[in-house]
């Protein structure tokens, strides 16, 4: 697993520190007890998204137009499938919509409204903008949001059977 990168130094990191803990044993726990790690790596990068604990999925920063587009991208080693989302915007688990998108379409990619209309078809969860749903990692002050622009989150998974899987968001 991986949360971010360009550690800023002097920012505390502990909060974020402990989930990834938290986050790599519960991985952990899935793979040992049979998981894909399709299903794994899914899971992993969907709990960063939602955390709104790094610069992905409720963390992630706004364009300058003040719009959170989000993209995120899965692979499958097992049948070389990949699907992924860009500019899509007001969905709380992106990575899930990129996994729909590898699963149920002919399409590697969906971006901005036809991954939106994509994500609204499948069910998913979309949250009415503007919103306070989207908020500041730890540690990210106001006057630093225009640095923001880098930083994604991502694990990568080995499994019982020897298929291997990565997310990134």
Known sequence: ??????????????????????????AQGRLESGDTALNVVEFAVAEMELSGLYVAGRGSAPNTAGHVELDASI?????????????????TVPISVARRVMELTPHVMLAGRGANEFAEAQGFEIIEYPSAYYVLPVGVEENEVDDMFHGTVGAVALDNNGNLAAATS
Not at 2 to 26: C, F, I, N, Q, V
Not at 75 to 91: F, H, L, P, W, Y
């Open 75 to 91: 692979m499958n080693g097992a049948d070389r499938a990949a699907g992924a989302v860009a500019s899509i915007r007001d969905v």
């Open 1 to 26: 697993l991986h949360g971010g990168a360009g550690p800023r130094p002097g920012r505390d990191y502990s909060k974020a520190e402990a989930h990834m803990r938290e986050l790599t044993g519960a």
